[in-house]
């Protein structure tokens, strides 16, 4: 004889399983249509409840991972209400939160933890958003490493396209839409661009007001509570230390 060590609690919870093994199946329709899978958890109202042959998966809350089906080792972890629900190839994403990573479908290497955090993403891979509504409007309708790390309430909760841009810190970034290659540590840093590329600002309200609207390059740095916190459009300004430029608006190349 074989141990499956299958366990399947709930109305039609596991119901098509024939030779999968080690899964873990909890709610009505949860893992109902998982055949040869093998080694998933699902726990909750038709968690899991597309997958067929795929395997180590976790998927806990109403309707997580509910449309994923692929035939693979997968690793995509999802926890919370519809969290992950749209996945369907997409693989090794951690996602935890309500309505967090939602929207993805083919993306792959995500992190998403806070309710909403990427929850706009559909293809984008490789991008890391914590905290409640962290980049919440990024959205690649292609295949594209994007790279983004935001951490904090809302930081680079309008990022949509930008790439490889770092923001940590409550609100830092969080009005980016297109830029690029911006780094933003602390409360409020960079708080206002919206289309600036290449800036470090690091240390509460550093560049806060920082803001051009149409693409540009502008390579602001400001390190320092409130360094260049006034700059609005100047460009190429280097200020390091507490209140470092804090006074400068449109001056360029300090």
């Not at 329709?29 to 699902?42: E, K, P, Y």
């Not at 792959?108 to 929850?119: H, M, Q, R, T, Y």
């Not at 409360?187 to 919206?194: C, F, G, Q």
């Amino acid at each position: 004889t074989t141990d499956t060590y299958n366990t399947a609690v709930g109305y039609t919870a596991g119901a098509a399983v024939t030779t999968g093994t080690n899964n873990t199946l909890i709610g009505g329709l949860a893992g109902d249509a998982l055949t040869t899978g093998f080694s998933n958890v699902a726990v909750g109202v038709n968690a899991l409840g597309a997958e067929d042959t795929g395997r180590k998966n976790v998927a806990i809350g109403y309707a997580a991972l509910s449309t994923q089906n692929n035939d693979a080792d997968t690793f995509n972890t999802a926890v919370g209400y519809d969290a992950g629900k749209a996945i369907t190839t997409g693989v090794y994403n951690v996602i935890i939160g309500g309505l967090a990573g939602d929207a993805m479908t083919n993306a792959d290497f995500n992190v998403a933890i806070g309710k909403g955090a990427l929850s706009a993403e559909t293809r984008g891979n490789s991008s890391i958003g914590i905290g409640e509504s962290a980049l919440a409007n990024q959205n690649f309708t292609t295949d594209v490493a994007a790279k983004n790390v935001a951490i904090g309430q809302s930081a680079g909760g309008s990022v949509t396209t930008g790439i490889e841009n770092t923001l940590i810190g409550g609100a830092s970034g969080d009005a980016l839409t297109d830029a690029d290659y911006n780094v933003a540590v602390g409360k409020d840093s960079l708080t206002a661009m919206t289309l600036g590329s290449r800036n470090v600002g690091v240390g509460t309200f550093a560049l806060m007001s920082a803001n051009v609207t149409t693409a540009a390059n502008t390579y602001n740095t400001a390190v320092g509570h409130h360094a260049g916190a006034n700059v609005t459009t100047g460009t190429l300004n280097t200020l390091i230390g507490g209140d470092a430029g804090d006074a400068l608006t449109g001056a360029d190349k300090n």
